[in-house]
């Protein structure tokens, strides 16, 4: 079975640092993503972590531990435009079934 | 052309009706999904099809009925829907078999479906 665990909502300042936390554990694994998904829009890619260590991308970094069954997304300089759902997926050793945690709000305040 | 398009944006239907959704994309991506979202939940995977082939479904009740004509283009048929089948169906597709460095899915943006 798949099971994924994600903070439900979180809140931060324009211009600070967030961490948004992701357990799992799953029969299987090929990878882990990270979506971002504006209210009422479909969800878009972030990152991709499949090999443990920090993957970054600008503004958004994520990391990985196989062994831990953990993942991180970091995003730093905050913007408004970063208040979003932010959910972790897990695929697995087909690459087919995309496991969809259950997403963090964030909100982004002045 | 990374765009996943669906088709109708709203619709809404009664419970007596039958309607589909349509899905299309032109990346040479060979696996297509359907998901299902409510609000403020995660989506929920319906169905997955590879090389035009339905490889994964997750019990989802007979009247939704997935069709995959050719690698480009995905449809879900719908019939006899309850009021609880109401939500945001999405449809994405990625490549397969998976490559790296990453082979993430593009989602459409979604039909937002009322039954009533």
């Known amino acids: 079975g798949q099971n994924i665990d994600q903070p439900t909502e979180m809140t931060a300042t324009e211009g600070a640092i967030v961490q948004i936390n992701c357990t799992y554990q799953?029969?299987?694994?090929?990878?882990l993503f990270w979506y971002q998904q504006h209210a009422g829009e479909a969800p878009t890619f972030l990152s991709y972590?499949?090999?443990?260590g920090l993957e970054e991308k600008g503004r958004f970094s994520s990391f990985l531990s196989r062994s831990k069954g953990y993942s991180y997304l970091l995003l730093k300089e905050l913007q408004m435009k970063d208040s979003a759902s932010y959910l972790c997926?897990?695929?697995?050793?087909?690459?087919?079934?995309?496991?969809f945690g259950p997403g963090t709000r964030l909100s982004v305040l002045p | 052309d990374t765009e996943v398009t669906q088709t109708p944006k709203h619709l809404v239907m009664g419970m007596t009706n039958k309607k589909s959704l349509k899905c299309e994309q032109h990346?040479?991506?060979?696996?297509m999904y359907w998901y299902k979202q409510k609000a403020k939940k995660p989506p929920e995977l319906m169905f997955v099809?590879?090389?035009?082939?339905?490889?994964i479904n997750e019990s989802v009740p007979s009247r939704f009925s997935p069709e995959c004509p050719n690698s480009s283009l995905l449809n879900l048929h719908l019939h006899a829907l309850q009021p609880e089948d109401s939500a945001l169906y999405l449809c994405?597709?990625?490549?397969?078999?998976?490559?790296?460095?990453?082979?993430?899915?593009?989602f459409g943006p979604g039909t937002r479906l009322t039954v009533t």
């Open positions: 994405a597709s990625s490549q397969y078999p998976p490559t790296d460095p990453s082979y993430e899915q593009y």
């Open positions: 799953t029969s299987g694994f090929n990878g």
């Open positions: 972590n499949v090999l443990d």
């Open positions: 997926a897990v695929v697995d050793n087909y690459g087919q079934n995309f496991v």
């Open positions: 990346m040479g991506h060979r696996a």
């Open positions: 099809y590879s090389y035009e082939k339905l490889s």
